[in-house]
C-alpha cells in the first residue's frame, strides 16, 4: 500500500473536474459554498480582494479558521502556503488539508525557489502563465495548476490570456518532431522530461483550472470554453451582495457552459457583481501574477 | 452493438469514456437526462457525490436515473457513483439514487493524505488489480443478494447486485481495463437478455 503517489496526487485533482473551488474564510461561508455545489472549498483568511485593500504582508490563514472550515463541510478543503515557505505547507498538511494552494496571492516567502513538492504527501496546485511555468511547477511535483490571472481584480483579462497561452503551447509542443523537444526544453526554461510526457499525452498530465479574476458565471462559462478543467472563485462570490444565489449561478454555468440560454437565466437579476479593478491601473509591486517564476 | 454513457455532471467523466473506448466499445457523455434512451448501460463517475447530487436535482435526472435502474439496464458507479448508488449512507437520512442494498460510509479512509493504491484482488475480474483509493468511501453494510467482489483491510471495497456494480476506488485513473471490461460484459448480457 502506497500513499502520496502521483496517482493519488493528480488523480484527487481529476475528480474535481468540471467543478467550482470557493475562496470561503469561516464554516458559514464553507456551508453555503457546499450546499452550492463547489467541488472543494478554500480556506482563508482573507480574501484576494481584502488581501489587495488590507496591503502589508499575506500569511497562511490561522490554524484555527482552517480547523473551523475543515470541521464544517465534507468536500475537500484547500488553504494556501506562501511560495516557498516550507513550514507553512508542512503546517497545513500536519492540520490534515486535501490540498495546498502555494500561491502568489500571499507574499512569497523565498522569490527565487518555489517549493519542493514531492517531498510532501499532501497534493499542491500551483498558478502558471505560460507552459515554461507549467511544466516548472510539475517538475517540482505539483499535481494541479491554475491559471495566475490576477487575484482580486474581478477582471477576466489575464486569466484569459494565460489559459489561452498555455494550451496555444500545448498545441505547438504536441505538434513537434521530437527531435525539436529539448531546445523548446531551453527556450520555456522547462524541464525537458515534462515536455516528453506532455508530448506522449497529448495534453498536460495534470488539469488546469482557470483562477484569478472569475467574477460572473459567464466569467467562469468562458474559461471552461478555453478549455479549463474546472474553476476558482475567489472574491467574486462572497463580496457580491446574494453569495448564495452567485455561487450556484457560477456551478451551473461551469456544468453547462455551453448552454447560452441557461446562463442567460442564471444571470438575471443575481445583483452587483464585485466592482473590480483595470489591469493597466495597478502599479507593477500590486500585480500578484508577477510573483514566483 | 452496446453503447455505454457515463454520467457527465461532474467529476473524472473523461478518463471512463477513455477506458471504455479502449474496450473497444462506444461511450458518450450524459449531459442531458434525454440521452439516457441512447444508452444500454450507464457509468457513474467519480468525483464530489454531494456537487453531482445537486446537480442531478437541478437537472432533473433522478427519476430518470432510477428509472434506468429498474428497468435492467447496468450502471456502475465508482466512488462518488458508488455512494451514488447506496440504498443508506451513514450520517444521512436519504439516499440518492439508491437502487444498491449496501450501507456506505464517506471518507471512511480518511483525508487526501490518507489516500491510498493498492493492488486488489477483485474475483472474476483480477488477481492484482491497480485500485486508487482516493478520500474514497467503503460499504459497511451489503445484503443478502449482493455479491461482494473485493475487500480491503477486512472492508468491502467492491460489490454487484444483479445488474448493479460499485467500487470505492477509480479503475479509470488507471489502464488497466479488466473491470470496465468485466462491467461491459454485463451490459451485453443484459441486452441479449431483453432481446431474448
Given at each position: 500500500m502506497k500513499i502520496g503517489t502521483d496517482r493519488v496526487k493528480r488523480g484527487m485533482a481529476e475528480m474535481q473536474k468540471g467543478g467550482v473551488i470557493m475562496d470561503v474564510v469561516n464554516a458559514e461561508q464553507a456551508k453555503i459554498a457546499e450546499e452550492a455545489g463547489a467541488v472543494a472549498v478554500m480556506a482563508l483568511e482573507r480574501v484576494p480582494s481584502d488581501i489587495r485593500a488590507a496591503g502589508g504582508v499575506a500569511r497562511m490563514a490561522d490554524p484555527r479558521i482552517v480547523e473551523e472550515v475543515m470541521g464544517a463541510v465534507t468536500i475537500p478543503v484547500m488553504a494556501k502556503a506562501r511560495i516557498g515557505h516550507i513550514v507553512e505547507a508542512r503546517v497545513l498538511e500536519a492540520l490534515g488539508v486535501d490540498y495546498i494552494d502555494e500561491s502568489e496571492v500571499l507574499t512569497p516567502a523565498d522569490e527565487e525557489f518555489h517549493l519542493n513538492k514531492k517531498e510532501f504527501t499532501v497534493p499542491f496546485v500551483c498558478g502558471c502563465r505560460d507552459l515554461g511555468e507549467a511544466a516548472r511547477r510539475i517538475g517540482e511535483g505539483a499535481s494541479m495548476l491554475r491559471t495566475k490571472g490576477e487575484p482580486g481584480t474581478g477582471n477576466i483579462v489575464e486569466a484569459v490570456r494565460h489559459m489561452r497561452k498555455v494550451n496555444a503551447q500545448v498545441r505547438k509542443l504536441v505538434a513537434m518532431s521530437e527531435d525539436e523537444l529539448m531546445t523548446e526544453a531551453k527556450l520555456l526554461g522547462a524541464p525537458y522530461e515534462i515536455l516528453v510526457e506532455i508530448k506522449r499525452l497529448g495534453h498536460l498530465p495534470v488539469v488546469n483550472f482557470a483562477a484569478g479574476g472569475v467574477a460572473t458565471p459567464a466569467d467562469a462559462a468562458l474559461m471552461m470554453q478555453l478549455g479549463a478543467d474546472g474553476v476558482f472563485v475567489g472574491s467574486g462570490i462572497f463580496k457580491s451582495e446574494n453569495p448564495a444565489k452567485f455561487a450556484r449561478a457560477i456551478v451551473e454555468a461551469t456544468t453547462h457552459y455551453q448552454d447560452y440560454k441557461l446562463i442567460a437565466e442564471i444571470s438575471?437579476?443575481?445583483?452587483?457583481?464585485m466592482k473590480g479593478i483595470e489591469i493597466s491601473s495597478l502599479a507593477p509591486e500590486a500585480r500578484m501574477q508577477d510573483r514566483g517564476w | 452493438m452496446i453503447k455505454i454513457g457515463v454520467l457527465g455532471l461532474q467529476g473524472a467523466v473523461r478518463e471512463h469514456i477513455k477506458a471504455v473506448l479502449a474496450c473497444g466499445v462506444e461511450a458518450i457523455e450524459i449531459k442531458h437526462k434525454e440521452q439516457l434512451q441512447e444508452v444500454d448501460g450507464l457509468i457513474l463517475p467519480g468525483g464530489e457525490s454531494t456537487t453531482m447530487r445537486r446537480l442531478i436535482d437541478k437537472y432533473d435526472f433522478m427519476n430518470d436515473l432510477i428509472k434506468f435502474a429498474t428497468s435492467g439496464k447496468p450502471m456502475f458507479g465508482t466512488c462518488a457513483g458508488l455512494i451514488l448508488l447506496a440504498k443508506r449512507i451513514i450520517g444521512q437520512d436519504v439516499p440518492h439514487?439508491?437502487?444498491?442494498d449496501i450501507a456506505v460510509e464517506r471518507n471512511s479512509f480518511g483525508r487526501q493524505r490518507e489516500s491510498f493504491e493498492v493492488d486488489l484482488m477483485i474475483k472474476d475480474v483480477a488477481e492484482d488489480f491497480p485500485a486508487v483509493f482516493i478520500r474514497a468511501p467503503h460499504i459497511v453494510e451489503a445484503g443478502g443478494n449482493v455479491e461482494v467482489l473485493a475487500k480491503h483491510e477486512g472492508r468491502i471495497v467492491a460489490a454487484r447486485e444483479g445488474h448493479i456494480l460499485g467500487c470505492s476506488f477509480h479503475p479509470e485513473l488507471t489502464d488497466d481495463t479488466r473491470l470496465t471490461n468485466y462491467f461491459i460484459e454485463m451490459v451485453k448480457e443484459a441486452k441479449s437478455k431483453q432481446f431474448a
Open positions: 438575471k437579476d443575481l445583483g452587483v457583481a | 439514487i439508491g437502487v444498491m
